[in-house]
């Protein structure tokens, strides 16, 4: 959470900062803020709200311009979003600019210290303190001295950048357990929270690991460590390019990325599934750590929202066809519950941003007792891939719209690769089987472009049913987790909706004592081995008067008497259903927010990339 851009170089900072800061706004928007450092000395500006309404604020009355600046989009953990509490920070003389994304858990222990020595804050947030200590130490050191010094004095999550009214050709970064990124470009770089922000300007990036200390000038990073020590890395030239982080036409990045599917999926497989000699592949490392795993091995997957809803598909999946077992914990849960792990046990995360706080915590918690660990991630460098033993990318390109919908698609993708692998070399299914599931997973791509020509359909439906306020989604199976996701996906692009996602054999048990006549439920009742289980369920509801939005398989005719509103999809082996399934739930999701007038792409209080706990 939180959007961090620094920059020093030739560009008109403002715009240049400004530019690249829009394309983190994913990151957090509830305000924004500028320091640039000119003739003047620092010139700090920050609105609440979105980026938008600062830029308004500089065009009404610009700030002047200069080569090196700072800037930032805040999602408020500590203070609430104020013009005060907005990044950047100074010190008490204005001399020093700091934005940070994480959280110094010890900031009132040091604040109180700091104001004993006669600091003056401004804010009521734990970055501040960032900047005074700062201040402090630079008393008696030169600067790069006094930031690793404040470092050190700091517990908790930081990605920080830090400008200084004496350095004007320089600027101070850092980070532990949030991410920050080194963008170098021809005589000019950056720091960015993420990649996207730089796409346009270079390709060439420099990941940083936990406590290492950037230096950042026009002609790129000098890194040390916490203690000085220097340390040389090459820059690596990321594949992403400028239009996956543009719009490209659509209103929303998310209805662009719902229909970028059959592409992301092609790229999930490309390189791992050789349709012709029907075999499946990993890069050298990934397949070294699946052919070592033990007979007797047991799954952990672990993941937050989204991502762990593609887990719950994987553990369908896994377990039917490996026979291994799997668990599927929340990543915010599994670091409490003292699960029992060992050599033979397998952590695998996924996440899309590799950046999850909880779910990097896991892994390292993992890792800690001797687990082995797998990550399917989609981004490239992040702080999840950098720390497990074996990869998984799902090379996704980047998912810019809060509302995770391509990055799902491709987790489950993924995890099919894993599992038809698995059940390949452990010979846990029958030739034949084995065989259709490869090639369905071959067509999956074309199956997932069929889907999207429910657009049309979803979006009556959509506007059928876009006033009410209150909608269950229910599946059973594979489609369990569909139903979670498709609620999920529903109540965080709309939030004037709420919407429970349910194991559909789980509605008498409880919730079905809120149906009443008109009450909006949407079964996900794809071709499957449960189907005639749901179609009674679905019958459970109608005897109630709800109202059945059913997504069913194309050439199913006995389903129209039992559907209010029938969306139907491909028909694929149950298997692949949720993510073929997918496609209509995000469009309806998409098409009742809009109907609503809701902020799509930025949901209130939301953030992309959840690092903090
Ligand atoms: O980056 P991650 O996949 O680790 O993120 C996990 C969740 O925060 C994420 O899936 C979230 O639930 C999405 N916004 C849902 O659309």
């Not at 203070?79 to 003389?93: M, Q, R, S, V």
């Not at 400028?242 to 092609?266: D, N, S, W």
């Not at 490996?322 to 996924?350: H, N």
């Not at 082996?573 to 009742?592: G, R």
Request: proline fraction near 5%; hydrophobic fraction near 40%.
């Amino acid at each position: 959470m939180c959007g961090i851009v620094g920059y020093v170089g030739k560009a008109p900072v403002v715009e240049t900062v400004l530019e690249a800061l829009r394309r983190l706004e994913y990151r957090g928007y509830d305000s924004a803020g500028i320091a640039v450092l000119n003739g003047r000395g620092i010139e700090v500006r920050k609105r609440v709200g979105k980026i938008e309404a600062l830029v308004e604020s500089i065009r009404r009355q610009p700030i002047r311009d200069g080569h090196i600046a700072v800037c930032h989009s805040r999602w408020a953990t500590h203070g609430e979003p104020t013009e005060a509490n907005a990044h950047p920070h100074t010190d008490c003389k204005q001399t020093l600019a700091v934005v940070h994304n994480g959280i110094v858990e010890n900031y009132a222990e040091l604040k109180s210290q700091l104001l004993a020595k006669g600091h003056r804050f401004r804010s009521q947030t734990d970055t501040e303190v960032i900047a005074h200590l700062v201040e402090e130490y630079a008393k008696r050191e030169p600067l790069d001295c006094a930031f690793r010094h404040a470092l050190k004095e700091l517990r908790g999550s930081y990605a920080v950048c830090l400008l200084s009214k004496h350095e004007p050709h320089r600027l101070f970064g850092a980070k532990n357990s949030s991410p920050l990124i080194v963008g170098v470009g021809k005589r000019e770089a950056f720091f960015a929270s993420d990649v996207p922000a730089i796409l346009g300007r270079t390709r060439r990036v420099v990941y940083l690991n936990d406590h290492e200390v950037v230096e950042l000038s026009a002609s790129g990073p000098r890194l040390t460590t916490l203690d000085g020590k220097r340390l040389h890395r090459k820059a690596t030239t990321v594949a992403w390019d400028v239009a996956a982080a543009r719009k490209e036409g659509y209103p929303h990045f998310m209805l662009k990325e719902i229909h970028e599917q059959p592409a992301t999926i092609e790229q999930t497989l490309f390189n791992r599934l050789d349709a012709g000699k029907r075999r499946l592949t990993f890069d050298r490392r990934t397949k070294q750590f699946l052919d070592r795993l033990s007979p007797n091995e047991k799954f952990i997957v672990i993941a937050c929202g989204t991502a762990y809803h593609a887990g719950l598909v994987g553990e369908y999946m896994l377990e039917e066809c490996t026979r291994i077992p799997v668990d599927v914990d929340l990543a915010s849960e599994f670091r409490y519950r003292g699960a029992q792990l060992g050599r033979d046990t397998t952590v695998i995360a996924i996440t899309q941003s590799g950046e999850t706080a909880d779910t990097l915590a896991s892994i390292q918690m993992a890792k800690a007792h001797g687990a082995k660990t797998l990550a399917i991630c989609n981004v490239m460098g992040s702080s999840i891939a950098r720390a497990v033993d074996a990869m998984l990318y799902t090379h996704a390109g980047p998912e810019i719209a809060v509302a995770s919908t391509k990055a799902y698609t491709s987790q489950i993708t993924a995890l099919a690769l894993l599992t038809l692998y698995l059940a390949k070399r452990r010979a846990c299914l029958p030739p034949a089987q084995w065989r259709r599931l490869f090639d369905g997973l071959a067509k999956l791509p074309e199956a997932v472009q069929r889907a999207l020509e429910t657009e049309r359909a979803v979006k009556a439906v959509a506007g059928e049913y876009a006033r009410a306020r209150n909608f269950y989604y229910l599946g059973r199976r594979y489609n369990y987790p569909s139903a979670l996701e498709g609620a999920l996906k529903l109540k965080e692009i709309c939030p004037v909706i709420h919407a429970e996602g349910y194991a559909a054999g789980e509605m008498k048990h409880g919730p079905i004592s809120l149906i009443r006549k008109g009450w909006p439920v949407m079964f996900v009742a794809p071709h499957s081995s449960v189907y005639e289980k749901v179609i009674s369920n679905i019958e459970e509801v109608r005897a109630r008067k709800g109202a059945c939005i059913v997504i069913a398989s194309e050439g199913d005719p006995a389903i129209k008497r039992h559907a209010d509103s029938l969306i139907t999809i491909p028909r694929t082996e149950e298997f692949f259903s949720p993510v073929v399934a997918a496609i209509p739930l995000q469009l309806f999701a998409y098409y009742v927010a809009d109907a609503n007038g809701c902020d799509i792409d930025q949901p209130p209080n939301l953030a992309k990339s959840v690092t903090v706990e």
